[in-house]
């Protein structure tokens, strides 16, 4: 389903991914773990296609297509999702509008026809309750005064409505209490499926307990050093990263 | 004194000559008792001439093309109802209607059902020399302002409503302008009174739709007197369609404990200049202003704001929030003036502007006078954007990037939109964001 190969990215003239390659097939759920400054939050955002962050080299394919020559709308509609580390609040706009306004630029894209606001108001209730948000929510604005894990859950809900085929989870687990962590999880966990694939993202193996991945990578300056089962998970929390970042290299 | 004819002169000139008409009709005030009244203004007027860019109050808002407009007087037009229609936000609601600045009696509805309520026309008023006139005024001379002088010297209707003590008005009462000046360039001085009786409570709405071609001149005064525990909601609302230049006054009296809440939406206006100069007077008087205003093609809207804090413990809150697109220029300007008695005063002032395009231009003014020392007052101006990471947030969900600039944008609006109470009013408001944006 995603295929990266070498690839090169960085901000303004910060080289931060240096020669990332990694492999993803549907059903398939990987974590991608490292310290502060690996890259962790660069690679969910070039996926996503955020227009701040610069590719220099390398390839990204997507369902056989290539994933760098899309608009970051294209590449949802085509069904690549990020859950933001750092939601973005949007005052006045409502939920229900907002995700509705979504839902139906991806069916635009698939040829189908619009939603209206009931059949829809119905699809969001039904996927409120599996993330277990209050129904009220979907008439407040967008992310406004919600706290930390409210915020969360409302991105999880928006990959609930938006059944992608790629999810990218960008540090999912900041700044969540464990009541708030297991919450989440459970709604991803919900969204698991042999046709869709995940990407978690996180510096901690806390949320790897309750979303439980086939493939555990280390990232370290821009690069994988390191890959196993969910069992590496539980290495790296009880050594730390130092052990594994190579000879020489600054931490 | 030289006896070139400077543009300006030639301006005064004319407004003399339409006086001097004027005075000799029944409408300047029947038996003449307002006569002498309308002529100490008119020679205000005169010696003063229009506010220039020398008046501070002034400096980005010109008056240059209303003074090129010689200020015949409206002639009686009328309207059928199927052209009011669109613009009646509840059939249901009582409504007063003006066409051209002369009330309506055809047109208008309900007035008469609600106890308590009393409504009638200006010039109804000036028949019966109501003596509420004769004070609202008074008042009106101690601080002498060219247009306020204006409305004086040339006002022949308009509305004054009345609100008899505990008086509920259970619905809404609309007041709505249209402008057709048929018969070409116009002049219009609306003058309207609104009392509100102790402990009254009401809401009505001002709303103003062009529904002609050719320019005009409306200078309009609403004073407002609300008594102890009044408390009125008033909305000036913008309908669309406006060809012409408006300026507007409202001036607001509050005594102990009353509340004013006023909503003002303006879209698809040409030129509009509105002030509003309030006065708390009594103590734990409360006035909350929500002003939303949505400007573009070459179009000016100014609004100026003016709050008087002269007793302890009274509360004011102003939100102006700004649209801009186009050539566009929006001033806002707002003052909260707090006295040496007026200690315990909250006051809080926001004021935000979103411009859409390179050449639009905002200019946002606060500005607190404080002369207590135990005040709680606090303002807040932003200017910009929309946000890159807004944007983006929304593009990564699939939406297009001309349609996540819509939804931002109007989102911005909607925080101001969102907190009209009545629903009839909150869908025009929307309107006419509406028909803006499908035309970007």
């Not at chain 1, 939603?115 to 406004?144: G, H, I, Q």
Request: proline share 4%; net charge negative; charged share 25%.
């Amino acid at each position: 389903m995603l295929e990266i190969k070498n690839l090169h990215a960085g901000i303004e003239d910060k080289k931060i991914l240096k020669g990332f390659n990694l492999t993803v097939k549907a059903g398939e759920i990987h974590a991608i773990m490292g310290p502060n400054g690996s890259g962790k939050s660069t690679l969910s955002r070039v996926l996503a296609g955020h227009p701040a962050y610069q590719v220099t080299a390398g390839e990204v394919s997507y369902q056989g297509k290539d994933l760098l020559e899309m608009s970051a709308e294209t590449r949802a509609q085509e069904g690549v999702f990020m859950a933001f580390q750092y939601p973005t609040e949007i005052p006045g706009v409502s939920n229900a509008y907002f995700l509705r306004a979504a839902v139906n630029a991806v069916r635009a894209r698939r040829g189908e026809p619009e939603m209206d606001a009931v059949e829809f108001l119905d699809v969001l209730k039904r996927k409120m309750k599996l993330v277990e948000m209050d129904p009220a929510f979907a008439s407040r604005p967008v992310n406004a005064g919600f706290s930390g894990g409210e915020k969360k859950r409302n991105e999880i809900l928006q990959m609930a409505v938006l059944e992608p085929k790629l999810a990218i989870l960008d540090e999912t687990d900041s700044g969540l209490d464990i009541d708030a962590l297991r919450v989440v999880a459970h709604g991803v966990n919900q969204l698991r499926s042999p046709e869709r694939a995940m990407i978690v993202v996180t510096h901690y193996q806390r949320l790897l307990d309750y979303i439980v991945p086939d493939y555990v990578h280390v990232l370290l300056d821009g690069k994988i050093v390191k890959s196993g089962g969910k069992e590496l998970a539980l290495e790296l929390e009880a050594k730390g990263y130092d052990w594994i970042r190579p000879v020489g290299s600054k931490v | 004194m030289t006896d070139t004819k400077t543009p300006e002169n030639e301006t005064l000139e004319n407004y003399r000559r339409s006086f001097e008409a004027f005075e000799k009709t029944e409408l300047c005030g029947e038996g003449g008792w307002l006569c002498p009244e309308r002529r100490s203004a008119f020679q205000r007027f005169e010696q003063n001439g229009f506010p220039g860019s020398k008046d501070e109050e002034w400096r980005y808002t010109r008056l240059e093309s209303v003074k090129k407009m010689v200020p015949k007087s409206a002639a009686t037009a009328s309207v059928d109802l199927k052209t009011m229609e669109p613009y009646v936000l509840d059939p249901a609601w009582p409504r007063a209607v003006f066409v051209d600045g002369v009330y309506q009696p055809a047109l208008s509805a309900g007035l008469e059902d609600q106890k308590g309520l009393r409504v009638m026309s200006l010039a109804e008023a000036l028949r019966r020399h109501e003596p509420q006139l004769a004070s609202g005024l008074r008042e009106a001379r101690l601080k002498p302002r060219a247009l306020t002088d204006l409305n004086t010297a040339f006002f022949t209707d308009g509305i004054e409503i009345q609100l008899a003590a505990g008086t509920h008005l259970e619905k809404p009462l609309q007041v709505l302008s249209l402008f057709l000046f048929a018969e070409g360039e116009r002049a219009i001085h609306p003058r309207n009174l609104i009392l509100a009786g102790p402990g009254s409570r009401a809401a009505i709405i001002q709303s103003f739709a062009g529904i002609g071609s050719n320019s005009y001149f409306s200078n309009g005064l609403t004073e407002v007197r609300l008594s102890e525990k009044a408390r009125l909601d008033h909305y000036v609302l913008q309908q669309g369609g406006s060809q012409g230049f408006q300026t507007a006054r409202g001036e607001i009296w509050l005594e102990k404990e009353s509340r004013y809440e006023t909503f003002m939406v303006s879209a698809d206006t040409p030129f509009f200049r509105y002030e509003i100069d309030a006065v708390l007077a009594g103590r734990q008087a409360g006035l909350q202003l929500h002003g939303f205003y949505l400007t573009a093609g070459n179009e000016h809207v100014d609004q100026n704001v003016l709050i008087e804090h002269r007793v302890p413990e009274c509360t004011s809150g102003q939100v102006m929030k700004g649209i801009l697109d186009g050539h566009s220029r929006l001033v806002v300007r707002g003052k909260v003036h707090v006295y040496p008695d007026a200690q315990k005063t909250d006051a809080q002032q926001t004021m935000k502007n979103l411009l859409l395009s390179r050449d639009a231009t905002a200019d946002a003014q606060p500005q607190l006078e404080i002369y207590a020392d135990d005040v709680k007052c606090t303002h807040g101006t932003a200017i910009g954007q929309l946000e890159d990471d807004a944007i983006f947030y929304l593009k990564s969900r699939g939406i297009e990037a001309d349609e996540a600039r819509r939804i931002l944008t109007r989102g911005f609006a909607m925080e101001v939109l969102e907190k009209i109470p009545l629903e009839p009013v909150r869908r025009a408001a929307e309107a006419a964001l509406g028909a803006h944006f499908r035309e970007v």
